[in-house]
């Protein structure tokens, strides 16, 4: 019976009296529905798998972000826009690494706080500590750096399972940021980094409003396929395996915690470009980058879009964002916290599966009435 | 060969303690006592604070991230009673009962219906934190409040070798001792602590035995926020608190249980003992790199007994 929790898996242990899991992780993602019959589907030349799983929804969905800064004033292309573009990626590697690892971390802030305390440190800053390094050198530097932190994160935090990982990882963050509070001769205390230099590169300035859209669009573009891919190639279906029953996985030979930790290291990645991008578009980091609120936030935008789909944090950000910025029309200027607060409240409480998952049961809904009425018995 | 390494890290940490002992009393033995005897008062805190989150996640797996929030909802209303009466008993009760009654309605109102789904507990935690924090803000603003004990009690004791010691705090140390001493007598030798422990073992068999464990969850949660919003008054009453202190207290517990072991109380206290006097220490003699000691000590234990000092096999 103890099983199911000592399974390590996040789904919730079932015991006798306990209710369906209602914070379901994503299944095994199946393979793309196709167009039609399989009969009409196959023409003389036979397109690559990945370009027959394209559709046009997403063509509609890639035009229109890349049209959207043309149409919009540059307050929503850079602040709205380009924000909504970086914490979304940041939220992706928490998303990848629940969705498909089952691991929920809460340091994933920390990793891209990382990555942005090494560029500031080693970059150009109006802070002395800077060491003014070329740009590319700190990036080049800050990516692996946070990476490795996120690694070591992975190596410390997969000793225990489930429900500890998130009390490890909360403790690993919350030490870091009291870490760069106290001490002022590396992370220079309470201000840490100000005026943190945005790189200017070929003739552009990466911090104005298009250009830093378009290098936000693009690594949040990249990082969404890398998780499209990695789900589907053979350490992606392992880690699932490992999310589901690590016993299993592991009596079939498959070392668990090493899988774990590689999921830690891939979304320490996908979490340092998004620090990078975060500590460019803010063109400072500090303890208050990497506070428990920032820590939450992640998670709150993670868990609002939905663990179900690599899509979902993106859509979080751009709710989380939105509210931010336009919630203190609404309300109180200093109540944003608690709106965004009794929001994600409302969410795990009544739709654990966030926004992904309320917009699948009513696609389901549609579905099944439209199978119904389809005398072949739909798909 | 694994137990010999064992033993060679715990000699050597003993050594490096001993050493730094001998290092550091000849040159300042005021300092070195009054570090251990604020490590102990800051235990005491801390076991006020750990014991109650670590049964309640023992008992029913509920990782209360809250639990730094009802520490400082309990301190302030606390504060307000006092206010408000006059007397500092009346305001320590308040932080008391306020809490317990907050995590009794808790549990009957929203925890026990996603009895067994943990990670949805945990967040639906985080989102009160997040809501308790900014409606304290809203409340009472970013001032620093303060308790005012009696005068008979926050005077200091003359010790030897360090001078006076505030008695605030050594009476805080007691209280910490005599609610350890309370919950043992508690969940030892009473019938209901007795259901506790079995529950901590085997839920399924306590219910299927017939006894009534939301009655026993309630009761358990409502000990435990008590007891966090005791721990937040009594510290009320020696520094002042103020927004963002539930952060900090929350880590503390969090490493106190990591490094204890979840679920067990004995292991709170151990915790506690341990990171209080790291803490204490870190901060009189590195203050930059205060909160670097203690994570390692977590690290330590986490590297070599990742279920806690006395924490069961997860």
């Not at chain 1, 830093?212 to 396929?225: D, E, K």
């Not at chain 1, 899988?259 to 320490?268: F, T, W």
């Not at chain 2, 490493?255 to 009189?284: D, K, N, P, R, T």
Request: charged letters at 10%.
């Amino acid at each position: 019976m103890s099983d199911g929790r000592r399974a390590g898996s996040l789904a919730p242990a079932r015991t006798a009296w306990s209710r369906p899991a209602a914070l379901k992780w994503p299944a095994p993602p199946a393979a793309p529905p196709r167009l039609g019959t399989p009969g009409a589907m196959a023409p003389a030349r036979r397109l690559p798998e990945w370009l027959a799983a394209i559709r046009v929804r997403h063509l509609v969905v890639l035009a229109a972000l890349i049209a959207y800064p043309f149409v919009v004033p540059p307050f929503f292309t850079f602040q709205i826009g380009g924000q909504t573009l970086t914490l979304g990626l940041i939220a992706l590697s928490l998303t990848f690494l629940a969705g498909y690892g089952g691991i929920v971390s809460l340091a994933q802030m920390t990793v891209a706080g990382i990555a942005g305390y090494v560029y500031a440190m080693l970059g150009s800053s109006g802070t002395p500590l800077s060491s003014g390094w070329p740009w590319w050198v700190a990036a080049l530097l800050a990516i692996p750096a946070a990476t490795l932190a996120a690694t070591l994160i992975g190596w410390l935090s997969v000793r225990t399972e489930g429900i500890y990982t998130i009390m490890i990882t909360l403790a690993v963050g919350m030490a870091f940021y009291f870490l760069v509070h106290q001490n002022y001769s590396i992370f220079n205390g309470f201000t840490g980094f100000q005026a943190v230099r945005a790189p200017e590169a070929f003739g552009v300035h990466w911090r104005d409003p298009l250009p830093f859209y378009f290098l936000a669009l693009a690594c949040a573009f990249g990082g969404y396929l890398l998780v499209k891919y990695i789900a589907r190639a053979p350490f992606g279906i392992a880690l699932q395996g490992t999310r589901d029953n690590p016993r299993r996985m592991a009596a079939l030979g498959f070392n668990v915690k090493a899988h774990r930790i590689a999921a830690y290291a891939l979304a320490g990645l996908l979490a340092a470009v998004g620090g990078l991008l975060l500590v460019w578009y803010n063109a400072l980091v500090s303890p208050g980058s990497v506070d428990t609120k920032a820590l939450i936030n992640v998670l709150i935008i993670a868990v609002l879009g939905g663990f179900a789909h690599p899509i979902g944090p993106f859509i979080g950000a751009a709710i989380f964002v939105l509210l931010q910025n336009f919630a203190i029309d609404l309300i109180d200027r200093d109540r944003f916290n608690l709106v965004i607060g009794g929001m994600f409240l409302l969410i795990v409480l009544f739709s654990p599966d966030g926004l992904l998952g309320w917009w699948t049961r009513l696609r389901r809904r549609f579905e099944t009435a439209d199978a119904r009425s389809d005398p072949r018995g739909g798909r | 060969m694994a137990r010999a390494w064992r033993w060679l890290w715990i000699v050597l940490a003993v050594a490096a303690v001993l050493a730094f002992a001998v290092w550091q009393i000849p040159q300042n033995p005021g300092k070195f006592v009054f570090s251990l005897l604020n490590g102990a008062t800051l235990a005491g805190i801390y076991f006020l604070l750990a014991s109650g989150f670590t049964l309640v996640f023992g008992l029913m797996r509920n990782v209360n991230l809250a639990h730094g929030s009802m520490y400082l909802l309990g301190a302030y209303i606390g504060w307000v009673v006092w206010d408000r009466t006059d007397v500092w008993l009346l305001g320590v009760a308040a932080g008391f009962l306020s809490m317990a009654v907050l995590g009794l309605l808790l549990q009957i109102a929203v925890f026990r219906w996603m009895q067994g789904e943990d990670m949805r507990q945990t967040m639906v935690t985080i989102g009160l934190s997040i809501v308790l924090a900014d409606i304290m803000l809203w409340v009472f603003g970013g001032l620093a409040y303060q308790l005012d004990p009696p005068r008979l009690i926050s005077t200091s004791v003359p010790i030897p070798v360090v001078g006076g010691y505030s008695t605030y705090k050594l009476i805080l140390l007691a209280v910490a001792i005599a609610v350890g001493v309370l919950l043992w007598f508690f969940l030892a030798r009473t019938r209901i602590g007795m259901m506790i422990r079995a529950g901590v073992d085997d839920r399924g068999m306590l219910q299927a035995s017939g006894t009534n464990v939301q009655l026993v969850f309630a009761l358990t949660f409502a000990v435990g926020a008590g007891l966090a919003g005791l721990a937040g008054v009594l510290n009320g009453g020696e520094e002042a608190f103020k927004p963002g202190e539930d952060v900090g207290v929350l880590l503390g517990a969090l490493l106190v249980v990591i490094v204890g072991g979840m679920g067990s109380v004995v292991g709170a206290a151990v915790g506690s003992a341990l990171i209080g006097v790291i803490q204490a220490f870190g901060l009189a003699y590195a203050p930059t790199y205060s909160i670097v000691f203690t994570f390692v000590a977590m690290a330590a234990v986490l590297a070599f007994r990742p279920q806690g000092i006395l924490g069961a096999k997860a």
